[in-house]
């Protein structure tokens, strides 16, 4: 009788223990979720920046050829320049 109490008590930690290891399981799965989506999130915030950079840049770089070949004023070239990186 001792025996069969024995072997119920360790059946019972083995399912405490499974249980409590699906619960763990769980957890990590939900953080590793979380993780992926701050870090997807992130990305494509910076990816838009550097999108928005790049537009800036080139934008900037086509005023100045403009400028320089005498097809807008330089009145003209220091406000469009400023609404650019005011963007």
Known sequence: EKEKE???EKE???LLNFQNR????????IIIIMVLVILW?????TGRKRKKRGFRSTSLSNLRQR???GDISEEEYQKQKRDLENK
């Open 12 to 14: 019972k930690e083995m």
């Open 22 to 29: 699906g619960i763990g399981d769980l957890q990590t799965t």
């Open 67 to 69: 400028f320089i070949q």
């Open 41 to 45: 999130v992130v990305l494509r915030q």
């Open 6 to 8: 024995k072997e119920k």
